[in-house]
């Protein structure tokens, strides 16, 4: 076994940074966090401590991991159903998302949201959206509002290949585009929404060629590739920070689990599934930094251990939170205060 | 609660549907089913499993996530001779295609001075009560009831879900059908032979003296169980089934009100501007000599739906609730 | 109808919106406004003409024709700092917008657990008798009232129309100003210094007391016509004007009628589950025991608006028709 | 003056047919009886006896006319509010549509839709659909009804740009494209959307470049050149009868009147309206005509003479029409039959 000195002179042999080894050790304990997060959320709709709709990002880590590198704090997020990973590695707390899915008020919406609908003021997390699409035009509307305030600021929008087909994708690229807002618009297009196949929703399926058309900025990138998602979006949001307009981010990925707790999972067959799962986003950055000796199998098994350490915190703070009073149901329908 | 002499059967309220489909596609050759996920994938409530490879994908389509499209295609295929069975998931997605029902679906015929009628049937789930917080979780019936020129039903049983179906299908107009999440895994007894049935008038589902508890849908369900605790106490309630929300079958709950005096209305609907406002307003207006006691409404708290379950439970009617509504009203004034 | 002692002058409804809208601008620096056509064509109602000149397009904003779009837009906006004044054209086109306003705007501070509110002010035509037929007629106030999570306000009189933008938004939460297009001409006396007023309370705006007369919007200055006609006939009704339909101010109309004894409910709205069915079964809930004669609604005929004025008129609630009603009502239990 | 004769003489000296003849003196007779309709009407509104909206097709004239010569009478038409001329043109009886504009029930909607809903089963004319865009779903489904009945019937369906932005257009291009049913979409771009400027309503203002996006077969043509039009129309409805799939042809042109009545035209400019006119569609065709020795004056004094008569017909037959009896006010919100 190496000493903790002797990696990073392995490292250095390699060619590689202390910096690089930092945050390769940051990525990979990133969606590490993500796919142990949600395998124990699997486990405890099982045991029917979450229930209601629980959609799972496994595969699809390394869009959220990437993507969100690439922001600073000030920045905006609007995200979709399946965004445990989303709200994870921008900094809400893990105990707090746990809790809002066992329906606590210590949850981060107060139990109010449950899965589907994550918010957290402090880190601008707008959610947690269930409508596909839906989200689309509020975060036009929050980088509309950066801009008429004359804020440096990036919304960052995520949704999946089914929501091009909404209408209100349309008028959000053309609206974005037309007033040229600072918003990264980021598809995570993983072949499927819900059952039906991209080839069954789109009439052309390179989705780019959608935001093209509105003569948005755009790329498409291997979503299963998280260094290459990191360093498009960084180019991405650098040219939307810098005022250039908005920036359509297509990453192609795949979700290895069924759509939600729901789904039988008909519509695709277990070869593409198993082929897919050869792409691993966690497998494949993980052989590639312990092959270029960024990381060893001792880092791993570190994180393998602080990543379960910290799900078990979650549940245990889940687990301790407690129920709102009955007397409370009507509170937040409005405000109870106005805000100045 | 047959009443048919024939051999019955148990079938799921999900199973009734399906069977409701598959056989109005195999009667009428301009019948289909379009929607998200109606196909491969077997339909979000699983009601449509199977269709797909009995009946293949000229009459199973599965379409994008695109309701407005799809809904205002549906019409048009109706306009253009088809009788489309168009699905949208849930309820709260019909309103990405507010605008084809009621702009379009609605008005057609009005608009056209009685030429072009729209022979579309549109099915949606509604309703809350499974977890799935306030974006999933409306019930809309009477809400879409406020609007002429579409029909509103709202099957609560299992005959019903089978039989409401092809009526629907072979109205000339444009009839909405609500089937409540809540009711889809409900066993119930089906006649063998079963078939359509009417959706223009409401039924007693039990017979009562005491006290007229006017529901829908999942809520009629409760309504009943809580008048068999109610039964055990000596208050004899009668329970109707609306059926179709819009139009309104008023002579019935008039006539049991006249009998019974006293009436209470269960709806899975916010409060106010509700359909049971509106059966309030009915009795009021036409049945107000008749009433010993001012009729009242037992409806969902007005809230967005919250998550969690107690408090999802605290928000809908519930059973307990509406044995002590009844009891305040029968003891107070009996 | 003001009460205020200060100078008072003549003004347009749609002038003293226009003045609202600028005060809010020029007091705010994060208000704005935008919408389809309210800048350089000046409003499909004329309501902006003029503000683009005066307040420069970074405060109006004309949109493309994307209701869903751009409410959402606007909702975004409130989000992330802005107090956006959105226009839709009509509330008919606002059924492309209901997704965003419903699954957005009315939910997201309940979702979120109480972390985001949703300031914006969607302000939209409402109503018929102008001859534009079934799409472009409805009058959907009632309707959206049904939503919890927005608040509806529908101001009928100068006062209000001036009043009632700055205070919506000063409220944290989405609030919908129903602007009825038949009162845009209407001119009425407005203190100079007018500001603004409250959007949670009724008004009794004619003091009676043979019988209340419930109402909002164009249908009240109806309803006050047919009080001036009743009245020389020795009925002295008294009128009450809604203002905000929800959250309903029901304690004024219920002390009214607790006075009267008797009310009639005048709503331009269709009558199945309408805020005039509401009205009702709140006052049989709690005033039933107040009254001498059944609750009456005048509502719009169930019909899409027709094109042909007779039969539009007909369609409308009327001053005649409130008179006849009213007659009838006083007459037949006086 | 020459006589019939030597005008014949004269065409065939300029290498013209007679069919040639009859063709343009028919497109140029379609596209002045629109013209002087809707003069009449814009009349009437003055005098009171048309209420409501009144969209003047002024202008727009060779569009209309030009692509509904490539439509047979089994195919399907999907309009706007601004369809008096699509109306006339289809073969609505022009006295049927005064009467609908007077609202009486000799009206070809019975009085019941006035100029925005001009409805005719005969002609298979599907309105009159005065929500922007909201005609386009609906002419999908025509057309998938069609294909799903194994009729080889196209489906035409006019909108304008302002529509183009609406997210129903996405919806319906895509499902259009991705079905293959045989729809013509015709956007007539006049540059306007009421007083909104195509450079403020779309991001990219070529709305080709829309359809090419989703695959679709497109063109855009001079709408101002009636002949051009219908070439273009009818290369594109052979294309969509042929079981191709979807064609888009936008149709370059311009409103000369306002919007509506109520529209004081703050938005553009008296010069640039001018200087569009002399591209009138009637002046340059019936030029062009006259030039190449297609048609004489005295056809065109012909065809005034003649339309001027029908329009005043068409005013004398709305004048004698009747009211709807008010006891059927509640007709027509249900069928009264079933259909079989
Ligand atoms: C407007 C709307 N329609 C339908 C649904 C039901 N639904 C939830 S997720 C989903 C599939 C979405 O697919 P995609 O956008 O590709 O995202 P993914 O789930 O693949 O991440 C559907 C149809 C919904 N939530 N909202
Ligand atoms: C959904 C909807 N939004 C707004 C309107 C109001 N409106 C009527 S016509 C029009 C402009 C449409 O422009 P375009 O599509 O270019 O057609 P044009 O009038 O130029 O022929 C608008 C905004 C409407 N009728 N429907
Ligand atoms: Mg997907
Ligand atoms: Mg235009």
Known sequence: MRTKGSKKAAAKEAGVTAVDREHALHLLRSMILIRRFEAKCAELYSAMKIRGFLHLYDGEEAVAVGVLQALTPEDAIVATYREHGHALIRGVSPGAIMAEMYGKQEGCSRGRGGSMHLFDDRTRFYGGNAIVGGGLPLAVGLALADKMQGKARVTCCFFGDGAVAEGEFHESMNLAALWKVPVLFVCENNLYAMGTALKYSHAVQDLTRRAASYDMACEAVDGMDVSAVETAARKAVAFVRGGEGPYFLECRTYRFRAHSMFDAELYRNKAEVEEWKKRCPIETFSSRCREGGLISDEDLATIEREVAHEVNEAVAFAEACTWEPLEDLTRFVYSERRRP | ?334
Chains 1, 4 share one sequence.
């Open chain 2, 1 to 334: 609660m047959s009443t048919s002499t024939h051999a019955m059967r148990k079938i799921t309220y999900r199973e009734a549907v399906r069977e409701a489909i598959r056989d109005a596609i195999q009667k009428d050759e301009r019948v289909f089913l379009m929607g998200e996920d109606v196909g491969r994938y077997g339909g979000c409530f699983a009601v449509s499993k199977g269709l797909l490879d009995e009946l293949g994908p000229a009459r199973i389509l599965d379409t994008p996530l695109s309701e407005s499209g799809f809904v205002g295609a549906g019409i048009g295929a109706a306009l253009g001779g088809m009788r489309p069975i168009v699905e949208v998931m849930t309820c709260n997605f019909s309103l990405l295609a507010a605008d084809q029902i009621l702009n379009n679906a609605a008005v057609y015929l009005h608009m056209s001075g009685g030429l072009f009628n729209v022979p579309i049937v549109i099915r949606m789930a509604t309703g809350g009560g499974r977890q799935v917080a306030a974006q999933h979780s409306r019930c809309l019936d009477g809400w879409y009831a406020h609007i002429p020129g579409i029909k509103v039903v709202s099957p609560a049983t299992v005959e019903d879900a089978r039989g409401m179906l092809w009526t629907a299908l072979e109205d000339p107009d444009p009839v909405l059908i609500f089937e409540n999440s809540g009711l889809y895994n409900m066993e119930g007894e089906l006649a063998v032979d079963a078939g359509p049935v009417d959706i223009d008038s409401a039924r007693i589902r039990r017979q009562g003296k005491h006290i007229t508890l006017i529901s829908y849908s999942a809520s009629l369900i409760k309504s009943l169980d809580a008048a068999e605790i109610l039964a055990r106490e000596g208050i004899d309630a009668e329970v109707i089934d609306l059926r179709t929300l819009r139009p309104l079958d008023e002579k019935t709950f008039l006539e049991s009100v006249g009998k019974t005096h006293r009436a209470l209305i269960i709806d899975e609907g916010w409060r106010s501007g509700s359909i049971s406002a509106e059966i309030s307003a009915r009795i009021m207006e036409s049945g107000f000599f008749d009433l010993d006691a001012p009729v009242q409404r037992l409806c969902s708290v007005e809230v967005p739906m919250p998550y969690a379950k107690h408090l999802e439970d605290a928000a809908l009617p519930q059973v307990d609730k509406i044995v002590d509504i009844v009891r305040s009203m029968v003891g107070a004034n009996g």
